[in-house]
Every structure is written in C-alpha cells, then in structure tokens.
C-alpha cells in the first residue's frame, strides 16, 4: 500500500511539474510572474490591456444631451484649503469642473476662502472649515453632494482634523462616495478605522503616504519588489476599500482585483497633479456607481473610476510636457483635460 501510494504521490508531481513547465513555456516569464497574473484578478473577470479597461471606463461616461438639468452629471465637494495651502483644494475643484461636474464646491477656512474664490468665479466657496460648527456647516450641503473630495491643502491643524473626522462620519452615514488623498491620508493612518469597511472610499497614496499607511494598518513597511501585492494586502486589511497608489505605475486594487495603470505620462513632478487625479476621481466615482457594475463587466466600479482618473491624470500631463517641456506645471495640465478626456474616452 505504501509503494503504491508513493507510486501516486509521483504521478501527481510529476502532474504538477508538467502544468508549471507548459505555462512557462505559454507565457515565457518566470513563474512568480505567472502566478501573480493569474491570482492578481477575480477568476470570473479579466482585462488583458489597456485597451481594454478604457472601455470599461468609456461605459460609464454619461453622454451629454440637453434633456439634461444642472447638477445631474455631479456636484463634488472638496473639504480641504487653509492659510498655507489654497491652490490644492482649486485645483482638485477646478477638476471635477473640467472633467464633468456641474457644480464643484470647495469647504475650506476662512482665510483661505477669499484667495480660493479669487482663483475662479466658477467654484462655490463655503469659509467653514475651522468654524465651531463646521459639522453642521458642511453637513447642510451633503445630501446636495455626489461625491466628497477630503483632503487637498486640508494641513494638520488638530482643529480642521478633528472637524473632518466629523465630516467623514456624517459622509459615510449618508453613504457618500469619498476620494481621500493628501493630509485626509495623514489622518486616516492616524485613525484607520475612520474608513474601515467603507468600500464607497478610495484611497489616492503616493509613495511616502502608502509607506505610511502600511506601517499603521499593517505594522509593515513598503514591499517594493510586489507593488502589486502591497496594494491588494493593504486594500484587503481595511475591508476591501479602493486603494490607489500612485508612482512610476498607478497600482489600483479594491481587496479583490488588481489593476494597473501604464499610461505613458511625463518625467515632470511638480506639485498638484494629485489634486487633479483626486478632483476627476470624485467625478468619475460619481458616473461608475450611476452606471453600476453591468456597466463595468463585473469589475468594482470604483475601481474603473479610478483606473480612469490615472489614465487621465497621465495623459494631461504627457500633452503639457509636449507643449511646454520642463516648465510645465499644474495648470498647464488643467488646461489639457478637456483634449486629453477626448481622445482617451470619447474616441
């Protein structure tokens, strides 16, 4: 019995073997590779390119018609703008404007207030965000809003980050989608069971932010050799919520599936090119929850939302680069949405 066992157990390894070898030879890359590709998505779902996951995008865009009304294609708001930093939360606002919404408003303070609406008649500025009753302020506004934007120039003065913990609360309890990036990151490693669970957030980390909230959800640091598994380990750990890391390769994982986003971009790294991708996010999460995941072929919707802001943040900054090289900067690439947003999604 047991020479016959043994017998088994080698038919069976060399079953194995054989499988391995075959999908070496199918895929000619080494097998960590392969297993990563094939373990990285939902078994029911896959998207071989780039190609393909712009159309997933392309679904959910509303088309324009005039049967439409004001508002009816997204009211974003952005909570963040403080004396120091006023350009973030324009940015991110001025975004969602250029991408789609229909009404962008930004929830700053008081001093930053005069300096924000100054940049743009086009936003709607609320001075509330170091107002004793800034939950209320704001709270007013939510059932108006599609989509919240927390954290672009929010700083961390204990006042404003005790205030947006509030304003994360009632957004959550209202069910609104939230996009958080910047010093909202710094808070949620902070307090990770701010977002715990809340699969209608998406959290938009670059490098030191993603390190950071590693080190805080998971007691680990970076893994940079798997960007890949970093990101699903992480999204995973905090109850499936969209995680979006940006660098060299915009990683996106929602805990079940992984995409990536390879869009050619540029080697320009000035400051505001994530107000951009968080702005457009707020919208585009706004149309794939609309659009649902019939829309989407299984794949979360939010995770196309946010493959489609990385898609799009990369190619404005590519089509500035070409007209303006090294002095390019953030406005230039505002400028590129409406030309960039054409040629990606309604081509």
């Excluded at 070496?24 to 390119?49: E, M, Q, T």
């Excluded at 008081?110 to 709607?124: C, G, M, N, R, W």
């Excluded at 669970?197 to 680990?220: C, I, M, W």
């Amino acid at each position: 019995m047991a020479t016959r066992t043994g017998a088994w157990a080698a038919v069976a390894a060399a079953a194995v073997v054989a499988v391995l070898s075959a999908a070496l030879s199918l895929y000619g890359s080494p097998l960590d590779a392969v297993l990563k590709r094939a373990f990285s998505l939902h078994n029911a779902h896959s998207v071989k390119g780039m190609e393909d996951a712009l159309q997933l995008v392309r679904n959910i865009v509303p088309p324009l018609t005039a049967k439409k009304h004001k508002g009816q294609d997204g009211r974003v708001g952005v909570v963040g703008g403080c004396r120091e930093y006023t350009g973030a939360p324009y940015f991110a606002a001025i975004s969602a404007l250029k991408v789609g919404a229909d009404l962008s408003h930004v929830f700053c303070t008081q001093e930053a207030a005069p300096v924000i609406k100054a940049y743009s008649p086009e936003l709607i500025v609320h001075p509330v965000l170091d107002s004793p009753d800034a939950v209320h302020d704001v709270g007013k506004w939510l059932p108006r809003l599609h989509a919240l934007v927390v954290g672009p120039g929010l700083g961390r003065d204990d006042v404003l980050l005790s205030n947006v913990k509030d304003i994360l609360e009632a957004s959550k309890a209202r069910g609104i989608p939230i996009v958080i990036d910047a010093d909202g990151l710094w808070l949620i490693a902070q307090q990770p069971a701010l977002i715990q669970g809340y699969q209608k957030a998406v959290l938009t980390p670059n490098h030191v932010e993603f390190s950071r909230l590693s080190e805080a959800v998971l007691g680990d640091p970076l893994d940079g050799q798997d960007r890949r598994g970093a990101v699903l380990r992480l999204s995973q750990a905090l109850g499936n919520v969209t995680v979006v890391q940006k660098g060299e390769r915009d990683v996106i994982s929602d805990g079940k599936q992984v995409l990536e986003c390879s869009q050619e971009g540029s080697g320009r790294r000035c400051g505001g090119q994530g107000d951009l991708l968080s702005g457009s996010l707020g919208v585009l999460v706004h149309w794939a929850l609309q659009a649902g995941p019939e829309r989407t072929d299984g794949f979360s919707p939010l995770l196309v939302a946010a493959f489609g802001a990385c898609t799009l943040t990369r190619q404005c900054s590519h089509q500035a680069f070409q007209k303006h090289g090294r002095s390019t900067t953030t406005t230039d690439m505002i400028a590129e949405v409406g030309p960039a947003f054409s040629r990606l999604f309604e081509t």
